[in-house]
């Protein structure tokens, strides 16, 4: 769903905002950690501290009350003329420890970020984005 250039933007930025609503329709928004795979986006429920287990995390029950999420990745600049974003709204899900996708998600995720090589990221479920729709604005 992502063009190429939308992907290389994707990839090129470190961290986004990643927004649920609960059943009430209440939003939440955090930063988030995520890799960019060829049709979903993926993003981690690691070992920093919390203040809940990882099941139990706003976001996670947000998930499973309301599915439908959006990303916002972004570049800011003090020139005013490079500022970019995509706006990835979709359908999320959690992938289980085991299902070969989250295998695959771990993965991308470790190359991305040199801090979940030793993380046990492995041992927790991922969030999975599935796009449905992509807004692209900016020098990109």
């Given at each position: 769903m992502l063009t190429a250039?939308?992907?290389?933007?994707?990839?090129?930025?470190?961290?986004?905002?990643?927004a649920t609503a609960d059943q009430d329709g209440q939003p939440y928004v955090i930063p988030v950690c995520y890799a960019c795979g060829p049709e979903a986006f993926y993003i981690p429920l690691?070992?920093?501290?919390?203040?809940?287990?990882?099941?139990?995390?706003?976001?996670?029950?947000?998930?499973?009350?309301?599915?439908k999420v959006a990303l916002v990745i972004d570049h800011y600049a003090e020139n005013w003329s490079e500022l970019a974003y995509l706006l990835i709204r979709g359908v999320a899900a959690l992938l289980p420890p085991?299902?070969?996708?989250?295998?695959?998600a771990i993965a991308?995720?470790?190359?991305?970020?040199?801090?979940?090589?030793?993380?046990?990221?492995?041992?927790?479920?991922?969030?999975v984005i599935r796009p449905e729709a992509v807004v692209a604005w900016g020098k990109l």
């Open positions: 250039e939308q992907r290389t933007f994707a990839n090129a930025q470190r961290v986004g905002r990643f690691d070992t920093k501290p919390k203040r809940v287990e990882p099941q139990r995390l706003k976001r996670v029950r947000n998930i499973q009350a309301n599915p085991g299902d070969p996708e989250h295998q695959h991308l995720l470790r190359e991305r970020y040199q801090q979940y090589q030793t993380m046990p990221i492995e041992a927790q479920p991922v969030i």
